[in-house]
């Protein structure tokens, strides 16, 4: 009964996104003023009933109701309970459900709690977000029904990926979606104010807490993402440039690009066509993003089953929406006037620079995942991996993290480079001191040498706009961009160590085998099976020392789940301060005289968890800036309450006399 | 407010445009059928001369002249950077399992890399050569990977495969082996 009363709930929310939609567009009209009053209620109760269509199915999976197509496909009676409900979503159909109820969530969001834009351009908004959810409706209840039973009831499920079963998944993807889901407001809005036309700094403030919430999930999700990439899959990398994370990528760097432009637009009033289009943009990068991986059209290591029928439904939806949006864009934006002028040299110069390069990474990236199909179009299967990207990407976030300590010294409007000019020269000190300190001990390659050099620097750098201060005055969004800057630096390091200093060995050992790797000394002390709920497992028990220091025992396994039948290696990592232990327990090779050998595979990665804490500080000064954005619109909304209270109180006096 | 001279009004049709292209790219990239079929001007041809170093610890390096010992042989040119080459392993083991004896070239790749690829996927190379800067993919006339070149037992180049070789063409890849052999 459960799966057809959420089947029912998906929709009930379907036509009540077309009711937003018509309601909201009619509001706009002379006739339809009248329908203004419903489209809020609406939009909060679509976005409930989204909701409790993925609770239904959420509970479906917890219950391992098998009579549930999806659930036979993906779960499994013997699962522990977090995977049962991370399996809601670790396939296309529960996960396009839950985009649906993000959407839906976010859409019900907005309706509840804006209150700063004009009206119409807020019905606007709201009717743009029903028209794309509808859309999602439109492709969830047609090609992708997650409630479809299934005759005969199977004696027990597929199980999940066990790949997929690992604490990381279980909240990643939400985290993703919840960002890039959340964009789909940034666009909503897009849309409302080029319908509208009302571009300016009420629309920037009004958007802009929307933007820096679903780019701090987007932040979170992408660092969760890459550290669950390079523990689970047993590969030490930690950045594959695979299609699914540039799929996660692009829209953040899109975000990453409105959010400072809209900061300008917000401020000073300028950029306002751009800022606009990157709301389209940012949107469509999640939506491209998920075209390019759920239609099979790349071979990606995440593949999702495809089904070439939903690649076509996709791409109809992307072609309505996004050619739409960008049509409506071509049309209205010449009526938007570009706004306030600035100088060459300005805070606002550097943020346009800081948005060429950060849109030219993303140019770069899509046309990196996209060259296979150009070249497929041609004839030829190619593949484009780290080679082209690294390098590549490199060459345009240098110079940007460069301006990047420039620009928050610098004035709005005008400014001279000699005003600042003494300031920067610390953090090039530094730089030239950490490169020479990097040359020294011996790294020769150009990106990690110049990695090296420049981290300390945007350390540095980034916390110089906080100088001759007082502290415990300075606003907290300035604490935003200085703890979200730092953390960039933090992570460059940690990339740029990773790569010039990791020592990797890859042994044969027998047990009681002694080797060095670093400082670290690695014995194979034994290997002994063991079991876990769904799995079987040849555990490994190495006892490891830094540098003559205490004992410690690591215990890297070789598992094999039954269902479905899969071995995977899972690594032990062992952390200090200074570095990451990495060890996989590999295959067991040709014993010679009676005595087996392990593979072992080990690598000691000095700084390399400063890339993910460097991403975690890049979304808490995300954070931080929402935080004060919040509270300033609170006290706002507050003072013009009370304004408007004792403008009452007066008038009533002005009656009574 | 002042009015700022305007960037062009074309420019503004410019996102439009390129996501039009973006659309048209992908419908091909839909509808098209999977073709890997390419006459390669390389067929008929000798192998260029190269000795390229073992790229992995298990594994010999491999030169021109270990392709024309009489036995003819696939060169698969990989690199574990590349995604299709990860999908194309399986069969690649598959083929070595029929009795194609499979050599390799790995392109611009790391030990380390190569290393976890190959345990990860699996070996099934006889040897594998590190070509570090496309040097002899080129001269071979590959431009991607993977790529699949059918080497008769004179070194001379038979066959071209461009892309993965999915399992439905591992009969096909197995027929045009033996058609060397011949």
Request: glycine residues 10%; aromatic residues 10%; positive net charge.
């Amino acid at each position: 009964m459960l799966p057809e009363i959420g089947l029912g709930m998906l929709w009930l929310a379907a036509a009540l996104a077309g009711l937003q939609l018509i309601a909201g567009a009619l509001a706009l009209t002379e006739g339809g003023k009248g329908l203004a009053g419903i489209v809020r209620p609406v939009a909060i109760v679509q976005g409930f009933l989204a909701a409790a269509a993925l609770l239904a199915l959420i509970w479906c999976f917890v219950e391992t109701d098998l009579s549930v197509k999806l659930v036979a496909e993906n779960s499994h009676s013997a699962k522990p309970l977090i995977y049962k409900i991370a399996g809601t979503w670790g396939n296309h159909e529960g996960s396009m459900l839950l985009w649906v109820t993000v959407m839906g969530l976010g859409g019900a969001f907005v309706a509840a709690v804006e209150r700063r834009l004009p009206e119409p351009t807020m019905l606007a908004t709201l009717a743009g977000q029903a028209f794309v959810s509808l859309g999602f409706y439109a492709f969830l209840l047609l090609a992708s029904n997650p409630f479809t039973r299934l005759s005969p009831v199977p004696e027990d499920g597929n199980g999940l990926n066990p790949l997929l079963q690992d604490p990381g998944l279980a909240f990643h993807p939400p985290t993703l979606y919840v960002g890039y889901v959340g964009l789909s407001i940034a666009f909503s809005f897009a849309i409302g104010a080029l319908v509208t036309r009302q571009v300016g700094p009420d629309f920037a403030r009004a958007m802009r807490p929307w933007v820096l919430g679903a780019w701090i999930f987007l932040t979170v999700g992408i660092t969760a993402g890459s550290y669950w990439a390079y523990y689970v899959l047993g590969w030490g990398g930690w950045w594959f440039w695979d299609p699914v994370e540039n799929a996660s990528l692009m829209p953040w760097l899109a975000a990453t690009a409105l959010l400072h432009s809209v900061s300008v637009l917000a401020a000073r009033n300028a950029l306002r066509a751009w800022t606009v289009m990157l709301g389209v943009v940012a949107f469509s990068m999640s939506m491209i993003g998920t075209f390019l991986v759920r239609s099979g059209i790349l071979t990606s290591v995440h593949a999702f089953a495809v089904d070439p029928r939903r690649g076509s439904f996709i791409l109809a939806l992307l072609a309505i929406y996004i050619g739409g949006a960008l049509l409506l864009f071509a049309l209205r934006a010449g009526t938007v006037s570009e706004g306030e002028r600035f100088a060459v040299t300005s805070r606002e110069s550097a943020l346009v620079f800081n948005n060429v390069m950060l849109s030219s990474i993303l140019g770069i990236t899509l046309l990196g995942t996209l060259y296979p199909l150009v070249t497929e179009a041609f004839g030829q299967k190619v593949s484009v991996g780290p080679p082209y990207f690294t390098p590549v990407s490199a060459m345009f976030a240098l110079p940007m993290l460069l301006v990047m300590l420039v620009g928050p010294l610098l004035r709005w409007r005008g400014d001279t480079i000699g005003r600042v000019s003494p300031v920067l020269a610390l953090p090039l000190v530094v730089m030239l001191a950490s490169g020479g300190a990097a040359f020294a001990l011996g790294v020769r390659h150009a990106l990690p040498l110049l990695g090296l050099a420049m981290a300390p620097g945007v350390v540095v750098g980034s916390v110089l706009p906080l100088r001759g201060r007082s502290l415990r005055r300075v606003p907290l969004n300035v604490w935003g961009m200085v703890v979200a800057h730092v953390g960039l630096g933090v992570a460059l390091f940690g990339m740029a160590s990773d790569s010039a200093f990791s020592i990797e060995r890859l042994v044969a050992a027998k047990i009681g085998d002694s080797t060095q790797v670093g400082p670290w000394q690695i014995t194979l002390a034994n290997v002994a099976p063991v079991a876990g709920p769904n799995w079987t497992a040849m555990e490994g028990v190495l006892k490891v020392r830094y540098a003559g220091g205490a004992e410690q025992v690591m215990t890297p396994q070789s598992r094999t789940f039954w269902a479905p039948l899969q071995t995977n290696a899972v690594s032990a990592l062992l952390t200090r301060w200074n570095g990451q232990l990495y060890t996989v327990l590999g295959e067991e090779t040709a014993a010679d005289n009676g005595a087996p050998r392990w593979q072992l595979r080990l690598w000691w990665k000095p700084y390399v968890p400063l890339i993910w804490i460097g991403g975690l500080l890049v979304a808490l000064g995300g954070g931080l800036a929402l935080l004060s954005r919040v509270a300033q619109d609170l006290k706002r909304r507050k003072v013009r309450e009370k304004g408007d209270f004792r403008r009452g109180e007066v008038a009533k006096l002005e009656q009574g006399r | 407010m002042s009015e700022t001279p305007k960037a062009p009004r074309w420019t503004l049709w410019l996102p439009l445009a390129l996501f039009l292209g973006f659309v048209a790219l992908v419908v091909f990239g839909l509808v098209r059928p999977k073709n890997n079929d390419i006459a390669s001007q390389m067929i008929g041809k000798p192998l260029p001369a190269f000795a390229l170093r073992a790229a992995s610890d298990d594994r010999p390096g491999l030169a021109s002249t270990d392709l024309a010992k009489g036995k003819p042989r696939l060169l698969n040119i990989f690199a574990s950077w590349c995604i299709p080459c990860r999908a194309e392993a399986p069969v690649l083991e598959e083929l070595r399992r029929q009795g194609a004896q499979i050599d390799a070239i790995a392109i611009r790749d790391h030990k380390e890399d190569l290393a976890a690829f190959l345990q990860r996927y699996g070996n099934p190379y006889a040897s594998i050569g590190a070509d570090d800067v496309s040097a002899v993919q080129l001269a071979i006339g590959s431009s991607g990977v993977p790529e699949t070149f059918v080497i008769d037992g004179k070194g001379i180049i038979r066959y071209q495969h461009i892309g993965d070789i999915t399992p439905d063409q591992v009969p096909e890849m197995l027929a045009k082996l033996k058609e060397a052999g011949q």
